[in-house]
Structures are given as structure tokens and as C-alpha cells.
């Protein structure tokens, strides 16, 4: 049996699931528990478990269930979470359970956000406390319970896997049996945590607790739920941004073997049947005629036209440190612009919803990374109140920021509100990649000045999307995108006089949104490649002249160390290869990177191999971290090399993995990841990667041809032997 | 009605015979293992053997498949090849979000069943029809040649 409960497979009120009903998931989703913040309440056990917080539960057969205040999208957050728990509480780990959190803000909200996101890389840096305490108080109590039982002294008691000790009486006491006085003990609010060198899991490479349902296929994602009676939507969106249906003909369509209905909304169309094969061919049937409304000719070309006049004006700053226009008067000055694309997550697991709407309620099986704003979302969309909206969240086959939206929960309901009956609604490839929430366009301008061999002055201004002011909209203070400008305000070296500056620039109707890497990948991208052109214009080395601007960044410092040496910088090398390297201070961790790739003389690039060093503080599972780089790396460097949505005449270009594409294993070389051991609190890793790879093989390029690229993705005309000259 | 042999147990459903063998596991018989990526044979997370053989069962139509034994994810692991891959996936923790996983142990069962000791080369050829979004390329080269026991 899994150790993961699947939503999918536990009974809710008013359907049971078909998969695999296993014995055993019984529990319900009322969680005797308080938030950090709210008075104490007393710990219920009505259910026959301890519950002394939001986190953790034990019955009294000392059966010991975790519950996930994350979503699990492959960063093995689920793994971290429950190491962490498991370590501070004494559980016996090779016996707990997962349990994915239920929507409610209240009791799951990430204390970054406020409310239940699973985003930033932050799952560890904003839960490493609470769940330390949670687990800690849990144990306390346990032992308290126990001492107080031999009547002795807690402080002679001692915890370990799943069980209270005291040695001096050779007594011991499982878990099971002691949450009843455990029960009765007042949660401690300060309870003492562990002494780091007393960890006996955090720190260690354990095994992911979702990797046995994955190679077996018997993991459940949002996609897998399955309903007695269930029948099977695809749909189609207005390919023109903002576009409404005009008119449907679906008379071929209702001839289609397995065609049920036909729903047509003012801005999609979709067909049910009794599987996809049915409702894919019925949608494919359809003659649906499109009012493309106002944005039917706008293209990339005039995306970015709009764009660059944008960044040609002043923005708002959003850091000053020393005075940039003396810095600007000294020395040589150099300025540069860098460009980056929309890109699409494409993950692997299409949008998706399985639902069933009736007139007054809405229950949906979804792996989202915003579970309570689905449920909101889903409330306003169905016109039910919000506690008549259940929803059950899965295993995510890859969120990468794209199911930081509820928007194919919002449409699947939309749609699930005319059809009788529950329903899946899946998204066609097609429909996934040219109905996105895009990573947005970004344009930086840069000025910096050199003098004697090191830089004065640096004047960095963003232009792009403020997702921030749409996605969370309180944050978005003074006209500064936090995320637009994360690592561009800390940029990590030591310069005297620096400016940055943010332009809020939108893009006509293309929505926009998080995508994995976020703000920083856009400014470790230009702060990056421009360190690289600027040690060129100093005669330096470029890991020398970072290294002699990293003084005030020790860790950053001895991780670039750390990868010259691994990666063999310096070393003789073919012609037209390369080495480049970046550095990053983003998401609270410290990387270095060095990229070998070559040039063909048609200007194709081949990765030869790829090093990091990485200080992330305490690796609570280092393994992940590994794990998390090399994954990371790939999906910046298949960004870099080949990512790019267009639009013409309104509308997404791109439709699939044959003009979208992905980096594939012929392609990927050796990635070695050095883990810089560190006893300070962890930082985020999950996006690092993706942001570290596209900089260092511009460098690498840069390197290896002399051509300093400034646009993603790589121009391969431009590389070309015959084009150098 | 249409009669498949799937897993080493015969199923029977009713379905038209050009619908592909992805929607007929998947939305049919309830089989989920086997994943919907991209329709149009360019991911490989709907990989299955069809005598043995790697197919994607997105574009292959139910009714072409006549007595050739269909084997899937759920049940690869009956197989020595499919076992050792398993266990080599597991070992060395390849999985990531774990979507298109299925495909890539389906490919790289079909792969050892073929080829046992399969070097760079012969990896890239069978495998390069898979995509992963996680990027988890690095840990399945190796575990190919675990599963191989070249390692």
C-alpha cells in the first residue's frame, strides 16, 4: 500500500471512487487543530488520535499520519516535510503515513504567503520552523505523558522512533499507548527543539516517499481521478487572446460514435463523450466560428516593440546604494540590453479537472499548488458559498508555476455547471501550450562603468509584468514587483554606486505568470551575461573578476570555488568550446555554475558538461538537492536553447512538443552538483537550477565564439561559422 | 465488442476500433498508469510493449492490435526487465514529479529486454523519444546501466 494516501481514493459525502477503494483511508477532513496564531485549543481525539497541531496525528495503534501543508510536484518536498516532522517528533519515519493537506488557509497557509501556496521555492524556508515546533511539542507531550505515568522526571525520559524510554527503570512506552494522556497535556508554545547534531534524519539522503506508486503507475495525479459514471470533456478556448464564439455548427459533431453534449460557453466550446477519444474527435468535428475581437492582429514584433520604447523610459527605483550618477562619470562606460522570451511550463501532465457540479454543491479532484484559491475560485465560478465546494488535491505531474492558477478549475466548472453527472475535463496538448498563463517577456537595460578592473557603477532597469500586482495583489507596493526585481536588489556583488529600477510594462492580452525560476530568472540572466562581457572589457578572467566583487558574500564566494575547481575551469579546451559561469543568490541559496558547451560551425550548441556547487544551508535531504539542480538545470538549459512562444495575429504560434521544444537525454550531458555542507537554516532550491543554466551556457557560448548573445533563446544564425564575420 | 490481451488478462470492452489503446486503458478499463502527454507520438509518457515492443499508445488504434500481448506499466514489473528497471529506478531515486515515468520505464524495459548491456549510444537511441520536464535524464542514464548491472 502506498504510504502517500491518495484524495482520489478516500470517500468523500457524496461519491465514492472507483480506483481502489484500499482499507484503511478512513479519516475525515476535520482536523481537530489550531493555527499558529489562535488561542490553544484542546487537542481532540474524538477520532481516536492525538492531534496536538495541524500536522501530525497518532492513533492508538501508534500509527503516525503527517498531513502536507505542500503540494509534492517532484521537488520532494513531501519527503522534506515529513523528515522534518519525523525527526523533531521521534517517529518511527519507515512507519509514517502522508495525507495531503485539505484546503483551508487557516490551518495550512504558507506563513510566506499568507495562504496556502506551494511556490518560490520556499516550502522549507517558511515551514522549517513550524514543523520543528510541531513536531517538537508532540514530543513533549508524548514523553510528559510517559513520565508522568512512572512518575518521573520528563528530563530522565527519552524519545526515539515512535516510543518513550527511561532508562534508568528500563521502562518503555509506544507512542499508541500513551495518546490519550497525551492528549491532556496543554501544547507546549515553546517547545525545545532538537540540537541540530541530534538529527537523525534531517541530513541524510533518505528515499522519496512518492518514488514506489511512480514506477509502478499506481500514483494517483488530478488527471487519474477516476467517478462511477464519469464522462470525459475536452474543450476549445478562442485561439485569439480575449476572442468569443460566434457561432458552433455541430451537426458532424453529434454523429461522432460517444458524443454526448455539446457545451458552449461565450468564450469556449467543449464536448463531452464517454471517453477522450469521443470528445476529441467531436471537438475536432466542430465548426466553430470565432469573433476574434480586439486583439486579433497583435504580434510578437509588436510586443516588443512596445516593450523596448517601454524600457527606454524611467522606472520606479527600487534600489539606491551610493550615487550612481558619479559612479556613471567614472571610468569606462559600457551598456547593454538583455531580452528574454514568453516561454510555456508544458507540463507534463495537461491542465486537467474532474469535478461534479450540482445546484448546490461542487466537489473537485485537482493537483494544484494553490488548493484553498481553487476552492475560492471555484465557489465564485459555480455561485455556491465556499463551503459548499470540496476539493481534493493530488500528486501534480509538474506545476513549474503554471498551477499557481486556478483557471482550468474556474473553466472546467464553467462547463461541469450544464452537464449532469460527474465529469473530466482534460486540455489537449495543443490547448495547454496556446492557452497558457505565460512566463512574461522582460527587457533590462544595464549601464555600468569599469575602473581599474572593477566596477563603479551599475544601473540596472527591469521592464516586464508585474505578476504581482495581478497574483497577489497587497504585495504590490509603490509600483515594485517584489518578484520582477528578486535578485536584481540583492545582486550579490560589491559595487559602490548601483540603481535598479522597475518599468511595469504588460504585454497586450497575453496573460502572464509565474514560471519556474520567477523574477530571478530574468535578472541572474542579464546581471550574468553582463558580468561576463564586462571581465572582457576588464581583461579578466570571469571567475576571477566575480570572485574579487564577492567580498561581501562569503557563501556565494566559496561555492564559485568550489565549481572552478570541479568543473576544470582553465583548462585547455577544443575550438569553439567553452566554459561560462554564473552565480546566484537567489531563493535564499548560494550556487555557482559552470556550463561547457560547443559551437558548431551551423552555430548549433552541444552541452558537454554541466557543474554546480551549492550552498543551501542544511540540506535536509540532500539527495533532493541533487536531484532538484540537475532537473533545474535541464529545465532552464531546454529554455535557453530552445524556448520561445510567439504570437501572430492574436494568437500562440506553437501547439506542441514537435514545434515546442524539450531537451531530450540525447542531448543532456554529464551534471555533476557539489552540496556545500552548511548548518544554516535552509534555503530554497527547487527553482535554482533553472536559473543558473541559462546564463553560464550564454557564457559558455560567449566564450567559445566571442559572440555575446543578449537574447534568449540562442540564435543559432548568429552562431553560425559563415555569419561570424 | 473488442478482446485485448493486456497484463496476461483478457479484457473486454466495447470501443470503436480507431480509438487509440491510450484512451482505452486510461478512460475504459481505468488503467491510469499509462499517461496522456502529447497526443501526437512526440513525449513517449503513453509508452507501452505491444508483443514486447515499445509503442505509444496514443496514436495506436485499438482495433490493430488483434492477438499481440499488450503490456503496460502496471503490469512491467512480471517482466525481468521491467523488474530490474523498477528496482534500479528506485534505488537511485530517478523520479521527480513521476508523470512521464511510466513511459520512461516502459522504453527502458523494452531497451534491457533487447539490448542487456546497453551503452551511451543505444540509451540515447530508445530513450530520446521520452521526454521529462523535470529533467531527470542524468538519473535514468545511470539507472539503465544499473538495471543492466554495468554499474
Known amino acids: 500500500m502506498s504510504r502517500i494516501e491518495n484524495i482520489a481514493r478516500t470517500p468523500s459525502r457524496r461519491v465514492l471512487l472507483k480506483a481502489g477503494l484500499a482499507a484503511g483511508f478512513t479519516l475525515s477532513f476535520h482536523l481537530p487543530v489550531r493555527a499558529a496564531n489562535e488561542p490553544e485549543q484542546a487537542p481532540d481525539t474524538t477520532d481516536g488520535k492525538f492531534a496536538p497541531n495541524t500536522f501530525i496525528r497518532i492513533d492508538h495503534a501508534g500509527k503516525t499520519t503527517l498531513v502536507m501543508p505542500q503540494v509534492e510536484m517532484g521537488q520532494g518536498v513531501y519527503t522534506a516535510v515529513a523528515m522534518i516532522l519525523a525527526d523533531e517528533l521521534d517517529a518511527d519515519y519507515a512507519k509514517v503515513e502522508l495525507k495531503h493537506a485539505p484546503p483551508n488557509d487557516k490551518l495550512y497557509a504558507n506563513p510566506i504567503f499568507g495562504i496556502q501556496v506551494t511556490g518560490n521555492s520556499n516550502s522549507i524556508r517558511a515551514f522549517w520552523k513550524p514543523l520543528r515546533q510541531a513536531g517538537a511539542a508532540a514530543r513533549t507531550m508524548l514523553v510528559q505523558a510517559a513520565a508522568q505515568q512512572w512518575q518521573v522526571d520528563p528530563a530522565s525520559c527519552a524519545a526515539s522512533n515512535g516510543t518513550v524510554s527511561h532508562a534508568a527503570s528500563g521502562r518503555t512506552l509506544a507512542y499508541g499507548d500513551l495518546i490519550d494522556a497525551a492528549a491532556a497535556i496543554p501544547v507546549p508554545q515553546d517547545p525545545k527543539l532538537k540540537d541540530p547534531k541530534d538529527f537523525k534524519l534531517i541530513g541524510k539522503p533518505l528515499k522519496r516517499f512518492d518514488t514506489p506508486s511512480k514506477v509502478n503507475g499506481s500514483a494517483i495525479y488530478g488527471i487519474d481521478a477516476m467517478l462511477p459514471g464519469m464522462k470525459f470533456a475536452t474543450i476549445a478556448a478562442s485561439p485569439v487572446f480575449g476572442g468569443k464564439v460566434a457561432k458552433v455548427d455541430d451537426k458532424a459533431a453529434r454523429t461522432v460514435p460517444g458524443v454526448r453534449q455539446i457545451v458552449v460557453l461565450d468564450d469556449i466550446v467543449a464536448v463531452v463523450g464517454d471517453h477522450m477519444w469521443a470528445a476529441k474527435k467531436g471537438l475536432d468535428a466542430l465548426n466553430i466560428t470565432w469573433n476574434d475581437g480586439p486583439n486579433a492582429k497583435i504580434s510578437s514584433a509588436d510586443i516588443w516593440e512596445d516593450l523596448r520604447a517601454a524600457s527606454k523610459k524611467d522606472g520606479v527605483v527600487a534600489k539606491s546604494v551610493g550615487d550612481i550618477a558619479k559612479g556613471l562619470a567614472q571610468g569606462d562606460r559600457f551598456d547593454a540590453e538583455y531580452e528574454l522570451p514568453f516561454l510555456a511550463h508544458a507540463t507534463m501532465e495537461p491542465m486537467n479537472c474532474v469535478l461534479q457540479v450540482t445546484p448546490d454543491s461542487c466537489e473537485i479532484w485537482i493537483g494544484t499548488q494553490v488548493v484553498s484559491r481553487v476552492q475560492q475560485y471555484a465557489a465564485q465560478a459555480a455561485g455556491l458559498p465556499i463551503e459548499k465546494v470540496t476539493v481534493h488535491n493530488h500528486l501534480l505531474g509538474g506545476g513549474f508555476g503554471r498551477r499557481l492558477e486556478p483557471d482550468m478549475a474556474v473553466s472546467a466548472v464553467r462547463i461541469a455547471k450544464q452537464v449532469s453527472g460527474p465529469l473530466k475535463v482534460v486540455w489537449t496538448r495543443e490547448e495547454d501550450i496556446q492557452h497558457d498563463i505565460y512566463r512574461p517577456v522582460y527587457r533590462d537595460v544595464i549601464a555600468a562603468t569599469l575602473s581599474d578592473g572593477k566596477i563603479a557603477a551599475w544601473k540596472y532597469r527591469i521592464s516586464g509584468s508585474a505578476i504581482m500586482a495581478r497574483w497577489i495583489p497587497p504585495v504590490f507596493q509603490g509600483g515594485i514587483d517584489i518578484d520582477a526585481v528578486d535578485s536584481a536588489v540583492d545582486m550579490p556583488y560589491d559595487i559602490p554606486n548601483r540603481l535598479i529600477e522597475y518599468v511595469r510594462a504588460e504585454p497586450p492580452a497575453v496573460p502572464t505568470g509565474f514560471w519556474r525560476g520567477v523574477g530571478p530568472n530574468n535578472n541572474v540572466f542579464a546581471t550574468e551575461c553582463f558580468m561576463d562581457e564586462l571581465a572582457r572589457k576588464a581583461g579578466k578572467d570571469p571567475v576571477e573578476f566575480r570572485r574579487s566583487m564577492l567580498n561581501g558574500n562569503p557563501r556565494l564566494k566559496a561555492a564559485l570555488e568550489l565549481v572552478a575547481e570541479k568543473s576544470g575551469w582553465g583548462q585547455p579546451l577544443p575550438a569553439r568550446a567553452g566554459r561560462g559561469v554564473s552565480v546566484q543568490p537567489s531563493f535564499g541559496s548560494f550556487i555557482a555554475t559552470v556550463v561547457e558547451a560547443e559551437v558548431d560551425e551551423h552555430g548549433e550548441v552541444h552541452l558537454r558538461n554541466v557543474t554546480s556547487a551549492v550552498d543551501t544551508g542544511i540540506a535536509v535531504n540532500p539527495d533532493t538537492i541533487v536531484a532538484q539542480l540537475q532537473g533545474g538545470l535541464i529545465f532552464g538549459l531546454t529554455a535557453a536553447l530552445y524556448g520561445e512562444i510567439t504570437i501572430a495575429n492574436g494568437r500562440v504560434q506553437q501547439s506542441n512538443f514537435n514545434d515546442y521544444r524539450m531537451l531530450r537525454i540525447d542531448e543532456v550531458p554529464k551534471i555533476e552538483v557539489h552540496v556545500i555542507k552548511s548548518s544554516e537554516d535552509p534555503g530554497g532550491i527547487g527553482e535554482t537550477g533553472a536559473t543558473a543554466g541559462p546564463p553560464a551556457l550564454r557564457n559558455a557560448i560567449y566564450a567559445a565564439t566571442g559572440i555575446a548573445l543578449r537574447r534568449l533563446p540562442i540564435d543559432r544564425k548568429a552562431l553560425a561559422v559563415a555569419n561570424k564575420a | ?151
Not at chain 2, 119 to 128: Q, R, S, Y
Open chain 2, 1 to 151: 465488442m473488442t478482446t485485448l490481451r493486456i497484463n496476461g488478462e483478457s479484457k473486454t470492452f466495447d470501443a470503436p476500433d480507431d480509438m487509440p489503446l491510450l484512451w482505452v486503458l486510461r478512460d475504459v478499463l481505468g488503467m491510469t498508469g499509462t499517461k496522456f502527454g502529447c497526443g501526437i507520438a512526440q513525449c513517449g509518457a503513453c509508452t507501452v510493449h505491444i508483443d514486447g515492443n515499445p509503442v505509444r499508445s496514443c496514436l495506436l488504434p485499438v482495433g490493430a492490435i488483434g492477438n499481440q500481448a499488450v503490456t503496460t506499466i502496471e503490469g512491467i514489473s512480471a517482466t525481468d526487465a521491467g523488474a530490474k528497471v523498477q528496482k534500479a529506478w528506485l534505488d537511485l531515486e530517478v523520479i521527480q514529479c513521476g508523470y512521464c515515468q511510466s513511459g520512461q520505464i516502459m522504453s527502458a524495459a523494452a531497451l534491457l529486454a533487447n539490448t542487456p548491456r546497453p551503452d551511451d549510444a543505444d540509451i540515447d537511441a530508445a530513450m530520446a523519444g521520452n521526454i521529462c520536464r523535470c529533467g531527470t535524464y542524468v538519473r535514468i542514464r545511470e539507472a539503465i546501466k544499473r538495471a543492466a548491472g554495468e554499474v
